[in-house]
T-cell receptor
Framework: DAGVIQSPRHEVTEMGQEVTLRCKPISGHDYLFWYRQTMMRGLELLIYFNNNVPIDDSGMPEDRFSAKMPNASFSTLKIQPSEPRDSAVYFC????????????FGPGTRLTVL | GENVEQHPSTLSVQEGDSAVIKCTYSDSASNYFPWYKQELGKRPQLIIDIRSNVGEKKDQRIAVTLNKTAKHFSLHITETQPEDSAVYFCAARSSGYSTLTFGKGTMLLVSP
């Protein structure tokens, strides 16, 4: 299995631009999580899905952030408009329903907003 | 919600020494406690985990202990090696929830 796949790996954009991060979970996993990692705040859970349905988005910082999961093999996290304080590493993770404790992380997307 | 505190934030040891990282949690209903290792520029990877019905678990040079009464758990690494240098995160999952709450991380530096 290729593991969780994220794209792009690096994104540099200017303030005000729209940013879309993509994630492909491990096949057969029912849960998908989006995290943001910064030095100051550590790993923060933004939103998670179960069977493509958003369950808890209380971690989404602002209305500028939105996430979708149109099918079991694809999810997006969108920031519109982006701001410099959104600069961080964004991780996607997935877990199977039977072993839902264990989360497998993707390689992350390093976002820099200038 | 759950709150996880992790100490120390940085830990420097000599190769061959032991390292201990400690975490406390707030929700007595939490029942699953994983540890993740994150090397520089890489993703967090699960290295060991423990459930609330177990007091200790070992896997070669690493072990985790859990004290439910005191609501704390610890990661022990023996015979440390330079390749153990990384950031280690503890986490806790409350019973009935699917999410993990992570500690802030400990940067472990193992000097040759």
């Amino acid at each position: 299995d290729a593991g969780v796949i994220q794209s792009p790996r690096h994104e540099v954009t200017e303030m005000g631009q729209e940013v879309t991060l993509r994630c492909k979970p491990i096949s057969g996993h029912d849960y998908l999580f989006w995290y943001r990692q910064t030095m100051m705040r550590g790993l923060e859970l933004l939103i998670y899905f179960n069977n493509n349905v958003p369950i808890d988005d209380s971690g989404m910082p602002e209305d500028r952030f939105s996430a979708k999961m149109p099918n079991a093999s694809f999810s997006t996290l969108k920031i519109q408009p982006s701001e410099p304080r959104d600069s961080a590493v964004y991780f996607c993770a997935s877990s199977p329903i039977q072993g839902r404790n264990t989360q497998y992380f993707g390689p992350g997307t390093r976002l820099t907003v200038l | 919600g759950e709150n996880v505190e992790q100490h120390p934030s940085t830990l420097s040891v000599q190769e061959g020494d032991s390292a201990v990282i400690k975490c406390t949690y707030s929700d007595s209903a939490s029942n699953y406690f994983p540890w993740y290792k994150q090397e520089l520029g890489k993703r967090p990877q699960l290295i060991i985990d423990i459930r609330s019905n177990v007091g200790e678990k070992k896997d070669q040079r690493i072990a985790v202990t859990l004290n439910k009464t005191a609501k704390h758990f610890s990661l022990h690494i023996t015979e440390t090696q330079p390749e153990d240098s990384a950031v280690y995160f503890c986490a806790a999952r409350s019973s009935g929830y699917s999410t993990l709450t992570f500690g802030k991380g400990t940067m472990l530096l193992v000097s040759p």
